[in-house]
């Protein structure tokens, strides 16, 4: 086996274990959002970003925590938080104070009971290695945490495409939004 059917078949393995309606629960969780924001840091914050990106695409009101234009967040906005091993500091500190504004919270994590989790309405458990390489994580040939992001990557755009779904966007209208600035 090439070491790339061997990355993909990792990749299958975990997006084989999270339930679609998990999905569709988080698609709607953002629809009903006034304002969703993310936070991750590493790999993981790219990951955010990306996502972030894509639902701007989607016509959502998104910010990435941190950048200079991020607005203060209010009541009822919602928070997506990524962090493989949920003990990212400053995720895990996000989500708290987060959640003590009474916003919805949806942790991305490997590790439901882990400190970022606890402040979580949602959690899309995303049973992939870390960097950590406990006993209970999946088995990776990869460094770090790379399957986790990579499978984070997929789980994100389907995510979208129920979240374009549920707001009747298609490509056209996505490609609106993209920039026209290249």
């Known amino acids: 086996m090439t070491k790339t059917k061997a990355i993909l078949n990792e990749i299958e393995n975990v997006i084989n274990q999270v339930k679609e309606t998990d999905l569709e629960i ?3 969780q953002l629809v009903k959002a006034p304002r969703i924001f993310v936070v991750g840091e590493g790999r993981s914050g ?13 016509g959502a009101t998104v910010y990435v ?32 104070k987060s959640r003590a504004l009474d916003c919805d919270v949806i ?3 490997t590790n439901p009971e882990s400190l970022a ?20 994580e ?15 990557h997929l789980l994100f755009d389907t995510i979208c495409l129920i979240y374009a779904e549920l707001r009747d966007i298609d490509n056209q209208k996505a490609f609106e939004q993209h920039s026209n600035l290249e």
Do not use: W, Y
Request: hydrophobic content about 45%.
């Open 46 to 58: 790219l990951m955010a970003k990306s996502f972030a990106m894509r639902l701007m695409h989607l």
């Open 138 to 152: 999946a088995r990776s040939i990869q460094p770090l945490g790379s399957l986790f992001d990579q499978s984070v």
């Open 65 to 96: 925590v941190g950048e200079t234009i991020t607005p203060s967040m209010t009541k009822g906005d919602c928070l997506v938080a990524v962090s493989g091993s949920g003990t990212t500091q400053n995720v895990a500190s996000v989500a708290q």
């Open 107 to 109: 942790v991305v994590t």
């Open 117 to 136: 989790a606890l402040s979580a309405a949602s959690i899309l458990h995303v049973p992939a290695a870390t960097k950590f390489r406990k006993e209970n």
């Open 26 to 28: 988080i698609s709607q």
